[in-house]
T-cell receptor
Framework: QKEVEQNSGPLSVPEGAIASLNCTYS??????FFWYRQYSGKSPELIMF????GDKEDGRFTAQLNKASQYVSLLIRDSQPSDSATYLC?????????FGTGTSLTVIP | IAGITQAPTSQILAAGRRMTLRCTQD?????MYWYRQDLGLGLRLIHY???????GKGEVPDGYSVSRANTDDFPLTLASAVPSQTSVYFC???????????FGSGTRLTVV
């Protein structure tokens, strides 16, 4: 079992819709949770992090964490074509850092 | 501009040759990392350093070595390159181990 699991997609949503990206993790000792965006041919860029159960909002992005279910998600509201990228979930237990393989998102104009 | 600089941007290398990928950060981050990214396999940790003077092995360390003589620099060396080392290599850093990463722009390496 991988430490971090993501649906590889591709996920396609129309412009203006809500994109929902999901991630599960196996280590119950995980403390910090991150979402990275990676455009094709570019390096990953940190867009959200969350430490506590519940929701964290930053502009059009909302990260949701449920430690009991070992589940973290990223919602993108009012999706734009510029949001088309691969989204990487990452989880840290304070010592080890694990990346998922990413979900490819395409926003259709 | 604060961040991580990697060099070269891309390289074609003959098998058996020695190659050093350079990585420099100016954020005074304690921890630094080298990852390779391959299609379908995601990011895999090669080596890491929690602080200057210390290094550790990641998931796929064979064929690679690193050093951390100071806080800023973390070079990755391929002693004798093989075609399976064809990949995109990312250097990253964080304030401390377990924190959010900042990535360099990557080095695309092709071993022929």
């Amino acid at each position: 079992q991988k430490e971090v699991e993501q649906n590889s997609g591709p996920l396609s949503v129309p412009e203006g819709a809500i994109a929902s990206l999901n991630c599960t993790y196996s280590d119950r000792g995980s403390q910090s949770f991150f979402w990275y965006r990676q455009y094709s041919g570019k390096s990953p860029e940190l867009i959200m992090f969350i430490y506590s159960n519940g929701d964290k909002e930053d502009g059009r992005f909302t990260a949701q964490l449920n430690k009991a279910s070992q589940y973290v998600s990223l919602l993108i509201r009012d999706s734009q074509p510029s949001d088309s990228a691969t989204y990487l979930c990452a989880v840290s237990n304070g010592n080890q850092f694990y990346f998922g393989t990413g979900t490819s998102l395409t926003v259709i104009p | 501009i604060a961040g991580i600089t990697q060099a070269p941007t891309s390289q074609i290398l003959a098998a058996g040759r020695r190659m050093t990928l350079r990585c420099t950060q100016d954020m005074r981050h304690n921890a630094m990392y080298w990852y390779r990214q391959d299609l379908g396999l995601g990011l895999r940790l090669i080596h890491y350093s929690n602080t200057a003077g210390t290094t550790g092995k990641g998931e796929v360390p064979d064929g690679y070595s690193v050093s951390r003589a100071n806080t800023d620099d973390f070079p990755l060396t391929l002693a004798s390159a093989v075609p399976s080392q064809t990949s995109v290599y990312f250097c990253a850093s964080s304030v401390d181990r377990g924190g959010g990463y900042t990535f360099g722009s990557g080095t695309r390496l092709t071993v022929v």
